[in-house]
């Protein structure tokens, strides 16, 4: 089985009926995504769809029937253009039309589908559902190509544990980190991905939310994230003198290890630093040098450091706070 990488809207009236005998390769297909990767939620009416456009930034792929239904239990011819409206004006995602109506010319060849047509988007139910799976995956995997090798950064938004709004910011930091653009500046992205991350540690429990540090409630990133890497217990001394007991932190090193601490405070200073107090031609240049020399050797070693982050986040969610598939 492939890991769930991607996750696929569909839109059949099949999934609003019970699993009557003609029914049971409708399913059969839909359970064999898993084997793809693909992650499906199913909707059986235009309303049903048209609600999940409020979530449209987590999915990869969308799936249309040729024939729609509506909630009162009406049949529409009509119901996959507005399905096609609505995904044009909330986000261009990849769309593919699965149908035991496609045979009908009259009805394929009436409809204003010829994008997809033309870019082999459109099976009929009666053909291995494994030859549009295949083609599914071929283009997500083409169009996601930097995720290779960071495939715990894209299943942070497939299986949830980071907002689908930021997906995007995750997508800009993995193109530019392959393709090493200098203009690039990837610092605000990172902490809007580290505050991100820190919300959900919030709601899990790991960091908590109603403690008071330094007078304040712990809401902003440098407050969690000090928190989670650098607070340690304490007890006195026969002094009265507060000690710092460096080797028992307030968050486990069972839960988050030393050198990850590090890593976390690393990407707080660095982010915030980075993102607004560089100075053009600091102090200690050498001849012929000049910042952009360094900033570029900054940039590239908070890459690696933003990934140690994210993976240690992913493996943790994943292990204490699985998410079931839902189809």
Request: charged share 30%; glycine share 4%; proline share 2%.
């Amino acid at each position: 089985m492939e890991e769930l990488k991607y996750n696929i809207l569909w839109l059949d009236d099949y999934f609003g009926q019970a699993k009557k005998s003609d029914q049971k390769v409708f399913f059969r297909d839909v359970d064999d995504a898993i084997e793809y990767g693909f992650k499906v939620k199913g909707v059986d009416t235009f309303e049903a769809f048209a609600e999940e456009m409020r979530n449209i930034d987590r999915y990869d792929a969308i799936i249309l029937d040729l024939r729609g239904m509506t909630k009162n239990g009406q049949e529409s011819d009509s119901i996959i253009m507005y399905a096609r409206d609505l995904i044009r004006e909330n986000k261009q995602v990849l769309t593919y039309i699965y149908s035991a109506n496609i045979d009908d010319e009259s009805k394929i060849f009436s409809l204003p589908l010829e994008d997809l047509r033309n870019a082999g988007h459109v099976f009929g139910k009666g053909e291995s559902v494994s030859i549009m799976y295949e083609k599914i995956k071929q283009d997500l995997d083409s169009s996601l190509r930097f995720y290779v090798g960071y495939e715990y950064c894209l299943n942070l938004f497939t299986e949830n544990y980071l907002s689908s709004e930021n997906r995007g910011i995750m997508d800009e930091i993995l193109v530019h980190y392959n393709t090493l653009d200098d203009t690039y500046q990837p610092y605000n992205g990172m902490r809007q991905i580290l505050e991100d991350l820190c919300n959900e540690l919030v709601s899990v429990g790991v960091i908590p939310k109603n403690i008071y540090f330094k007078d304040d409630e712990l809401k902003t990133l440098n407050q969690r994230i000090d928190y989670l890497a650098k607070l340690c217990h304490t007890h006195k001394d026969e002094d009265g003198k507060k000690i710092l007991e460096y080797d028992n932190p307030i968050v486990p090193f069972s839960v988050c290890s030393r050198e990850i601490k590090y890593i976390f405070n690393f990407l707080k200073d660095i982010t915030n630093k980075y993102s607004h107090f560089l100075k053009e031609n600091p102090n200690y240049l050498g001849s012929g040098e000049s910042s952009h020399q360094y900033n570029r050797l900054v940039k590239q070693s908070c890459y690696p450091a933003f990934f140690v982050a994210m993976k240690w986040y992913y493996n943790y969610m994943s292990k204490n706070f699985h998410n079931t598939i839902v189809c």
